[in-house]
């Protein structure tokens, strides 16, 4: 047996690692030059203080993000050299992720929650949900299997949490300030089960600020400013070269051929970056065509539009008195508020977005982010594909989950890769994916819905945007009849909120005129 894990690679081995981020003018090193080795069966604990580079660290040992420079290896394999596919059966079967805020599914119950991440390994449903059992009860919640989120205390989500980073038998546990959010006495039970987990065979990678709670590992690795500071007991550093025969035991493909396969998985996202943007472009040239066919042609136009939902109100910052002056745009969510609650409107989505790179491994999508309410989809008339829209339990906790259009799910992930349950990154934050949602198509205005990323306006307002005012309230109103009544009351109600025209309120109808 000795020798047997003598010829073995390490688990881990990530050798003079860096991540950068450009933040304007300066360069942050958020990790520089880290070497590590993390042998099976350990139990390590990183600890530096807030901003030290915990996070991304464990992000790139998740292969949730790619270090800018230097190697990381997982039982041999040299990470940037895998297909898609390879990196994403390694992620599913390697990594079980734990986070400070749980984040668990608020409708799905302890069970389900559990059983999730195992919907994407293909297991089939009763096994899943039997395994799910299963673990809560080594848990210590059998009795808790049917209860919501909601229903149970921070301790028992955190184990609930657990649970689901070991539904697929993770090797490898990597817990990101798991008692963050928890009372003492919670937190050393979850510190307990973490030990138990490790003595059963589990590795855990546990990251804290905490000296109390590292005490809890057999190594603590300090890090700060991106540097490793101490390593209490570093694994034997192999020579690389001489770790360098072992078989790969789960590819045989040779260097030349995985960097032709690279090549060819980037040409074929640029080339599909290139359709979708034509697409688009066609989509907004053939408006305009139609528009010079004649009737036959617009009446296609008009269900087109109508088909976006003709009873629709968007209130913007800005307007006619304003634009020149320069004078700072202000609406707020407060606004939205008021005008839900006037006669004939059924439902107000307030909008903030930008645009953003959303990451999945080695995967990269530049989309529109946009923070919203639970009741964007009514107002927008949109359905799931997938999964779930996040509710109004996931705006009080400002949920760490997002929901993508097709677009992001086509370029993100790949065939018979289950979106959601997986974890991806974005502006240096780790969101759960929780729902897909249906193709949509370009809109008349040249947007193309499909990449749109949404996630609660409170997540968005203290990760992604700041507090500051919103991009749009877009107002469902009852009936198409009701439109011009129900945009002067909108248009009085906000001039008496602002006291001045600082905001435009456009509705579909005109956009059919
Ligand atoms: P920790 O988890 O230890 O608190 P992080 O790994 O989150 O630290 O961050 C390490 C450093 O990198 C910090 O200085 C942080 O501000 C910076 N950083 C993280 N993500 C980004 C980003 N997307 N852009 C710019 N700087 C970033
Ligand atoms: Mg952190």
Known sequence: ??????????????????????????????????????????????????????????????????????????????????????????????????FQRYQLLAPLTARENVALPATYAHVPVEQRLNRAEQLLDKLGLGDRADHKPGELSGGQQQRVSIARAMINGAEVILADEPTGALDSQSGKQVLALLQQLNREGSTVILIT?????????????????????????????LDIAASEPAPPAF???????????????????????????????????????????????????????????????????????????????????????????LPGVSYVAPERNSRATIRFGNRDYNGRIQGTTPDYIHVRDWGMARGVFFTEQDMDSMAPVIVIGQTVAEELFTQ?????????????????????????????????MDEMMLIPLSTGRVRV????????????????????EVQAAVESLMLQRHGREDFMVRNTASLIE
């Not at 290896?73 to 059966?89: E, F, I």
């Not at 018979?416 to 897909?436: M, N």
């Open 465 to 484: 945007f700041g507090r500051d005012h919103l991009s749009t309230i877009t107002i469902k109103v009852e009936s198409t009849d009701r439109l011009d």
């Open 1 to 98: 047996m000795a020798s047997d894990t003598a010829k073995q690679p390490p688990l881990i081995q990530i050798d003079r690692v860096s991540r950068h981020y450009q933040a304007g003018d300066t360069l942050v090193k958020a990790l520089d030059e880290v070497s590590l080795t993390i042998e099976r069966g350990e139990f390590v604990a990183v600890m530096g203080q807030s901003g030290s580079g915990k996070s991304t660290l464990m992000n790139i040992l998740g292969c949730l993000d790619t270090p800018t420079s230097g190697t990381f290896r997982v039982n041999g394999h040299d990470v940037s050299a895998m297909t898609p596919d390879q990196l994403a059966a390694l992620r599913l079967k390697t990594f079980g992720f734990v």
């Open 209 to 237: 600020h905490d000296a109390h709670v590292a005490e809890h590992a057999d190594r603590q690795i300090h890090i700060s400013d991106g540097r490793i500071q101490s390593d209490s007991a570093p694994a034997p550093t």
């Open 251 to 341: 590819t045989s493909v040779g260097f030349a051929e995985a960097v032709s396969t690279a090549l060819k998985a980037l040409r074929f996202n640029w080339f599909r970056t290139a359709l979708t943007l034509l697409g688009i472009v066609i989509g907004v040239g053939a408006v305009v065509a139609m528009m010079a066919i004649g009737e036959g042609g617009k009446q296609q136009v008009l269900d087109r539009i109508e088909s976006m939902g003709t009873n629709l109100l968007l209130l913007r910052p800005g307007g006619g008195n304003t634009r020149s002056s320069g004078e700072m745009a202000t609406l707020t969510v407060q606004d939205g508020e008021a005008v839900s609650q």
């Open 416 to 448: 018979g890769e289950d979106p959601v349950g997986q974890y991806v990154f974005l502006k240096s934050a780790v969101y759960q994916v929780i729902g897909v949602l249906e193709a949509k198509g370009a809109t008349s205005g040249g947007s193309d």
